[in-house]
T-cell receptor, first 112, second 112 residues
Framework: GENVEQHPSTLSVQEGDSAVIKCTYS??????FPWYKQELGKRPQLIID?????GEKKDQRIAVTLNKTAKHFSLHITETQPEDSAVYFC???????????FGTGTRLKVLA | KAGVTQTPRYLIKTRGQQVTLSCSPI?????VSWYQQTPGQGLQFLFE???????NKGNFPGRFSGRQFSNSRSEMNVSTLELGDSALYLC???????????FGEGSWLTVV
């Protein structure tokens, strides 16, 4: 069935360092890949997304890369700050549907 | 523009009871989807509605049901509650034609 694997489950980095979270999806028909950030007790919020016709997208300190052949996509956060500490979820979906398959989440801790 | 609004925010129910959760989407959004979030299973898709019709359904038992009204507001119902139904239930809305979903703050359900 449809599945998204996400690694690592926890990640601790020093403030200012980079963080990378990786996801692999199973359904080759997936063509939309959003990333959500969820702070404790809050709603998941979209931070960046990428479509399958693009290999990379960047927004300030955040970037996402996509390798369609390997069915693999990654989130890169540079110059991490304490406020980046949260749980990050990747997801995969197909055009025309709002059924997202989410990864299991990565708890990022940025140590000051 | 107001975000996705969910009510109630917190509720406690007893095993065997039923519960109804409500969701008002962002103005202009006609698609509403529901997700269950638990520590063990992560974010799992329940169902999605558009123009009062269920377009997609996840792998949940028939005790979980939903509906959408002509004003795009949606409700989900869980009957014969079990302890394992304790979770954060998230509603999300989308603008038709766009892939992105926007989450509400969720309804925290505790079954005792």
């Amino acid at each position: 069935g449809e599945n998204v694997e996400q690694h690592p489950s926890t990640l601790s980095v020093q403030e200012g360092d980079s963080a990378v979270i990786k996801c692999t999806y199973s359904d080759s028909a997936s063509n939309y890949f959003p990333w959500y950030k969820q702070e404790l007790g809050k709603r998941p919020q979209l931070i960046i997304d990428i479509r399958s016709n693009v290999g990379e997208k960047k927004d300030q300190r955040i970037a996402v890369t996509l390798n369609k052949t390997a069915k693999h996509f990654s989130l890169h956060i540079t110059e991490t700050q304490p406020e980046d500490s949260a749980v990050y979820f990747c997801a995969a979906s197909k055009s025309g549907t709002y059924k997202y398959i989410f990864g299991t989440g990565t708890r990022l801790k940025v140590l000051a | 523009k107001a975000g996705v609004t969910q009510t109630p925010r917190y509720l406690i129910k007893t095993r065997g009871q039923q519960v109804t959760l409500s969701c008002s989407p962002i103005s202009g959004h006609r698609s509403v989807s529901w997700y269950q979030q638990t520590p063990g299973q992560g974010l799992q898709f329940l169902f999605e509605y558009f123009s009062e019709t269920q377009r997609n359904k996840g792998n949940f038992p028939g005790r979980f049901s939903g509906r959408q009204f002509s004003n795009s507001r949606s409700e989900m119902n869980v009957s014969t509650l079990e302890l394992g139904d304790s979770a954060l239930y998230l509603c999300a809305s989308s603008l038709d034609g766009e892939n992105t979903i926007y989450f509400g703050e969720g309804s925290w359900l505790t079954v005792v």
